[in-house]
Nanobody, 123 residues
Framework: EVQLVESGGGLVQPGGSLRLSCAAS????????MSWVRQAPGTGLEWVSA????????YYAESMKGRFTISRDNAKNTLYLQMNSLKSEDRAIYYC????????????????WGKGTLVTVSS
């Protein structure tokens, strides 16, 4: 059974940092690209970032470039999202998802999702 379990969310002040983790199990982690997607209250899903199977290529939504860093540790079957310079508009539930390919493309589906971790940015 494919499982994705996010952790690391919480309350942080504007300008602060958080590192999210996503522990993967039930599949061969280093075969698939992975992605982070978020959903702010009352809004739809917003793609945040993606990383290819090896970690050699990373991709970001424009508003996250320079602030967020995606990475993975294939030995630990874990995906990460380092978030710096957080803003109030970054408040959302953050989900990790398995991409249906080893590389990222916006056209590829994401069939498996975790339950998410809540990030709140507030003073």
């Amino acid at each position: 059974e494919v499982q994705l379990v996010e952790s690391g969310g919480g309350l942080v002040q504007p300008g602060g940092s958080l590192r999210l983790s996503c522990a993967a199990s039930g599949f061969t982690f280093d075969v698939y690209a992975m992605s982070w997607v978020r959903q702010a209250p009352g809004t739809g899903l917003e793609w945040v970032s993606a990383i290819n199977w090896s970690g050699s290529s990373t991709y970001y939504a424009e508003s996250m470039k320079g602030r967020f860093t995606i990475s993975r540790d294939n030995a630990k079957n874990t995906l990460y999202l380092q978030m710096n310079s957080l803003k109030s508009e970054d408040r959302a539930i953050y989900y990790c998802a398995r991409v249906q390919a080893s590389i990222w493309s916006a056209g590829y589906g994401m069939a498996y999702w975790g339950k998410g971790t809540l990030v709140t940015v507030s003073s």
